[in-house]
């Protein structure tokens, strides 16, 4: 079977600074993998690179068999908008919108009309137990309601993968278990790929499997196979 998302001996600096060092991982379909390891290890520039947001120096990036590394910025960004979710740890709501048009806004860019991507926002809010939400902007939301939202415009446009850093980082612990829980729930009904950095290991329980990135290297974690 193809990997969905396969890294094969990514190194990437910067600067002097060595953030990924010949990083191998390969992610099935489907799968939900959590990414762990100390503070500066390379998780997120890992992240970054299997989701063509950075190119590595060396090494291959390919996802669902096709290698992305070598595509330019704009192929790059497409294929992000395409087929990419991303959740990162202080939501990045756009504050100037509301909850639906941030839910929406994604859709809207891929071409989607006005009417039916706030109508399928308003689905994601009431499945998200965020009804009645909608119309509120950023603000005006609790930090886990911000984060359910940006849960929402991740996966509102039915992504092959979703790549979350660190998404309950900024929660208390209830907060981030609904937020894992809905991850997990949603990711699991559409068969969507899931990459999870993150330091917490009740955030690391949801995953099919983890991994260990240590001195931007991968390493399988001890006791497992
Ligand atoms: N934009 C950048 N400019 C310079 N150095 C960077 C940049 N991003 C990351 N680094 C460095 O690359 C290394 C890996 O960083 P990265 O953010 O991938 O680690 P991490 O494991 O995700 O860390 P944390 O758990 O603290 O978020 C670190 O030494 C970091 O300081």
Same mark, same amino acid.
């Given at each position: 079977?193809?990997?969905?998302?396969?890294?094969?001996?990514?190194?990437?600096?910067?600067?002097?600074?060595?953030?990924?060092?010949?990083?191998?991982?390969?992610?099935?379909?489907?799968?939900?993998?959590?990414?762990? #390891?100390?503070?500066?290890?390379?998780?997120? $520039?890992?992240?970054?690179?299997?989701?063509?947001?950075?190119?590595?120096?060396?090494?291959?990036?390919?996802?669902?068999?096709?290698?992305?590394?070598?595509? #330019?910025?704009?192929?790059?960004?497409?294929?992000?908008?395409?087929?990419?979710?991303? %959740?990162?740890?202080?939501?990045?709501?756009?504050?100037?919108?509301?909850?639906?048009?941030?839910?929406?806004?994604?859709?809207?860019?891929?071409?989607?009309?006005?009417?039916?991507?706030?109508?399928?926002?308003?689905?994601?809010?009431?499945?998200?137990?965020?009804?009645?939400? #909608?119309?509120?902007?950023? #603000?005006?939301?609790?930090?886990?309601?911000?984060?359910?939202?940006?849960?929402?415009?991740?996966?509102?446009?039915?992504?092959?993968?979703?790549?979350?850093?660190?998404?309950?980082?900024?929660?208390?612990?209830?907060?981030?278990?609904?937020?894992?829980?809905?991850?997990?729930?949603?990711?699991?009904?559409?068969?969507?790929?899931? %990459?999870?950095?993150?330091?917490?290991?009740?955030?690391?329980?949801?995953?099919?499997?983890?991994?260990?990135?240590?001195?931007?290297?991968? $390493?399988?974690?001890?006791?497992?196979?």
């Amino acid at each position: 079977m193809t990997a969905m998302l396969r890294a094969a001996g990514v190194s990437l600096s910067f600067g002097d600074t060595p953030a990924l060092r010949g990083a191998d991982v390969a992610v099935d379909e489907g799968e939900i993998v959590a990414v762990m #390891g100390p503070s500066g290890s390379g998780k997120s $520039t890992l992240l970054h690179c299997l989701a063509g947001i950075l190119v590595p120096d060396s090494g291959e990036i390919h996802v669902d068999g096709h290698r992305i590394d070598t595509l #330019g910025e704009a192929a790059r960004s497409a294929l992000r908008r395409e087929r990419f979710g991303f %959740v990162f740890q202080f939501g990045q709501l756009v504050p100037e919108l509301t909850a639906a048009e941030n839910i929406a806004l994604p859709l809207l860019l891929s071409g989607v009309r006005r009417a039916p991507a706030l109508s399928r926002a308003e689905g994601w809010l009431s499945r998200l137990g965020l009804d009645g939400l #909608g119309g509120r902007r950023s #603000g005006e939301l609790s930090g886990g309601q911000a984060q359910r939202v940006a849960l929402a415009r991740a996966l509102a446009g039915s992504p092959r993968v979703v790549f979350a850093d660190e998404p309950t980082g900024s929660l208390d612990s209830l907060a981030g278990e609904q937020v894992m829980d809905l991850l997990v729930g949603a990711a699991r009904e559409q068969g969507t790929t899931v %990459v999870v950095v993150t330091h917490d290991a009740r955030v690391a329980a949801y995953a099919d499997r983890e991994i260990m990135v240590r001195d931007g290297r991968v $390493t399988t974690p001890v006791g497992t196979s």
